[in-house]
């Protein structure tokens, strides 16, 4: 996903039915899906609609994906970037970057702006260590002016996830901007019976499959490691030349994934 520019007004048609757990968030998101849908119901009393929302929380727990479903619920096209794109950019080219999204988005409105690690962007001066200041400072500086550059009735709702909200600058948390947060956790076991049900669908089990057992097994995962499980084990059991995946074959696929993610654990280095 991080390859491309940004995504140009693309319609999806996820929904929030494939977005499972999250029950909480989804009720936040649900209203922001009707302000794009009838924003005359919102504004008619003189009211102001948010221009976006921050969605919160750790690595693969469905943030771009809530985000896409907000998009194919209401409709509308969906235009999104990510923060680290904006990394190591010749200068300017950040600011131009942002310049031409809100552009385009503006021509397409109604319409969503999902904008993915906006930390990498969006930290406090001098707190940065990936991009030169100056350079991420314009960029930050591009996106405020965009953001304030429009009215609250124009049909554009600027979403933007992170994991590290405490390293934000606050201007982009000042009313007006992003000024609403939406926490999206880590899955409970509830939460992740969920989502293996929505990622088993495709995948063909044997009957006697124990999904409750599953979820018991996976404490710590976000939906994204659910979503690798059930892969895996796919793979695992067609490599056997079996025709269902069975519940050893997870069983290994759920060592697999944990074995990956503690390799991952250890090569990232520690935030400041
Ligand atoms: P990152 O911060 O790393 O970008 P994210 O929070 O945006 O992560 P997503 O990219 O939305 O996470 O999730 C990755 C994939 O994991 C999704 O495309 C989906 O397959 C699966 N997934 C994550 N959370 C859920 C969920 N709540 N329900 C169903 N699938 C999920």
Redesign the pocket.
Known sequence: SKATLFDKGTRVNITFN?????DEAKVEVMEIVDFLKQPKKYTSLGGKIPKGALLV?P????????AKAMAGEAQVPFFSMSGSDFVELFVGVGASRVRDLFKQAREKAPCIIFI??IDAIGRARGKNVMMSNDERENTLNQLLVEMDGFGTDSGIIILA?T?RPDVLDSALLRPGRFDRQIS?DK?DLVGREA?FD??LKPIKTSPNLDIRKLAAMTPGF???D??NVCNEAALIAARKGKNEVEMEDFNDAVDRVIGGLEKKNKIISPEE
Do not use: Y
Not at 18 to 22: M, Q, R, S, T
Not at 59 to 66: F, Q, V
């Open positions: 494939d977005v499972a757990g999250l929380g690595p693969g727990t469905g943030k771009t994906l809530l993915d690690e996830a994991n999206i899955p989502i929505v990622h976000a939906g994204a659910i979503a």
